[in-house]
């Protein structure tokens, strides 16, 4: 193994197995498992530049690619969730800015409701109230209705 003279034994525990290595040299494999799992933790942050001692076989380098293939893998992961976070953060923008205009414009026909004049397309047309010999219409009035329910719907 590669830290060294040890014993092991495998036994199974309750539905796992369990490797259990002892190695003779404490200090020696302490070492090589630090080293180990510097490497290990190192593994994000690394530009794919694991290189393997030769004389370790095909089969490490088969392991260290499936290594890199699942960081890889990983990598990607976070990229689309902080993607979709970017989505999700301008849809919310988005919503928020059409409630504030949907509130703007709520206020702006409630607040000229009992107005008897209503400037529309920037003060190019104005509506006035219709006074005939018997009646009066107040067309700002019916306007601003109008403008209601079409926007409810």
Known sequence: MWWGPS???VRRVGAGTVLEVVPKS???????VQTALQIYLALPESSNQ???????GIEA??????????????RSQLRLSQALVEVRETQISMLH???QQNAFDRNAVLNGR???????LDGTLKIHEYKGKFFTINLPRVFRNILTYVRRT
């Open 50 to 56: 694991i290189s393997v001692n030769a004389s370790c």
């Open 114 to 120: 009992h107005a008897d004049e209503l400037s529309v």
């Open 61 to 74: 380098e088969v392991r260290t690619q499936q290594l890199l293939s699942v960081v890889e893998h990983l």
């Open 7 to 9: 014993e092991s034994s």
């Open 26 to 32: 404490g200090n020696e494999a302490l070492a090589k």
């Open 97 to 99: 800015s059409q409630a």
